[in-house]
């Protein structure tokens, strides 16, 4: 699919779901139209003299719920589009969790890895101060997302509150745990999958001790996944990223594997394993594969060599349309990324409420929390999946846009 196309995919997935749920068609446009797109160009002076002007992003999808909430990402091929379809996932996924967000998404079009630390510096705040009018606590809530860090969050936190006048913690999330971050947020994520993954199994059948695992992407999501269902006792075989990958049928040694990758930042050439092609990930014999790295990896030409019983959506994203067709005909159960990994930004709703409040709460509380959250929304998915006779990303996607029209029916037309 060309990426001109993901919006177009967001709303072939929406209208499945609004069909189902017979929606009265004034809230299917209204549902289906972002509230706010901006477009602002940055001019940063460069290190070597010259001033380079970068286009920005920042599209608030809806705000009914509440303030947007979504990650800024810097890419070289960051477009509108992009960010619009990006935004509104999040609008569905903060849905989905039953949290007091609406979705947003923002994205800068540069390539960060030819540009100086004080480059980016420059660039993200001249990026915030463009958009000052638009974000805030109770407006619109940035987070990180590709290419964003805790560091980059600590510059829009600052450049924002110089901008008001005094420290505002909770207009970002993702920051440092010393200046207002959430413990427990950096493996959030992959918890949720983890957390997903064991309750599709319970559903299944499927005994999560001595189930087998294939990862597609050993970034922060696919480590962490790995590790959490490692240590619920399933047996991670085979994972592969950016430059190759590793298989052992007795399973690899997660907590080393993870160590290897610190220091060689790829999982290739991990002692005590055999190589794996990258794309030979998705024909493993598998219990559960999760797809942890890009948008788009299954398509229509894989999809039929997926043997897994249970794909659980690490990404955003990673799947077709089309392709997600064939594996519910085949009887896999794909976990969506909506419900998979929203353990991100329901944990991110604790930081911010940890902020507004100043009180911060406990790891082992925050890991609580966020289990009692993923249980209830999965099974609020499944009991919707079992109820309309359809697969589990319709059902999440039913949830989100019954949420979100009853409340927008409720609050009428504003005019």
């Given amino acids: 699919m060309a990426q001109e196309g993901i919006f177009g995919a967001m709303l072939q997935e929406f209208d499945g779901a609004a069909r189902l749920l017979q929606l009265d068609p004034g809230l299917w446009k209204v549902l289906t139209s972002p509230k706010r797109q901006i477009i602002v160009s940055c001019p940063v002076a460069m290190d070597n003299g010259q001033i380079e002007v970068f286009t920005g992003y920042r599209v608030q999808y809806n705000i009914t719920l509440g303030p947007a909430k979504g990650g800024i990402r810097y890419h070289p091929d960051v477009t509108l589009d992009e960010v619009k379809a990006l935004a509104a996932w999040m609008t569905w996924k903060c849905a989905v969790a039953g949290i007091p967000f609406g979705g947003g998404k923002g994205g800068i079009i540069c390539d960060p890895t030819k540009m100086s630390k004080r480059e980016l510096e420059a660039l993200t705040r001249r990026y915030v101060a463009e958009i000052i009018d638009a974000i805030g606590p109770d407006k619109d809530v940035p987070a990180p997302d590709v290419n964003t860090n805790e560091q980059v969050m600590a510059w829009i936190m600052d450049t924002y509150s110089m901008h008001v006048g005094h420290t505002e913690t909770a207009v970002v999330t993702g920051k440092p745990v010393v200046m207002g971050g959430s413990l427990g947020r950096r493996e959030a994520t992959g918890r949720g999958v983890m957390i997903t993954t064991r309750e599709a199994c319970k559903h299944l059948g499927i005994n999560i001790k001595g189930a087998t695992v294939a990862v597609q992407g050993f970034g922060n999501v696919g480590s962490v996944s790995a590790d959490l269902l490692n240590q619920n006792g399933a047996k991670i075989v085979a994972v592969t990223d950016w430059k190759g990958g590793v298989y052992n049928e007795k399973g690899l040694d997660v907590t080393a594997l993870i160590a290897w990758v610190n220091e060689h930042k790829t999982v290739a050439g991990f002692p005590g394993a055999e190589p794996l092609a990258a794309d030979k990930i998705f024909e493993m014999d598998v219990d ?128």
């Fill in 288 to 415: 559960i594969l999760i797809p942890a790295a890009l948008e788009n990896q299954i398509t229509t030409e894989n999809s039929s060599r997926i043997k897994a019983k249970i794909v659980a959506e690490g990404a955003n994203g990673p799947t077709t349309p089309e392709a997600h067709k064939q594996l519910h005909n085949r009887g896999v159960f794909v976990i969506p990324d909506i419900l998979a990994n929203a353990g991100g930004v329901t944990t991110s709703y604790f930081e911010w409420v940890q902020d507004r409040h100043g009180y911060f709460w406990e790891e082992w509380d925050v890991n609580e929390r966020l289990e009692r959250k993923m249980n209830h929304m999965f099974h609020n998915v499944l009991e919707t999946a079992l109820k309309y006779k359809t697969d589990m990303r319709t059902a999440a996607y039913v949830v989100a846009i019954n949420r979100v029209a009853q409340v927008t029916k409720l609050r009428g037309m504003y005019a």
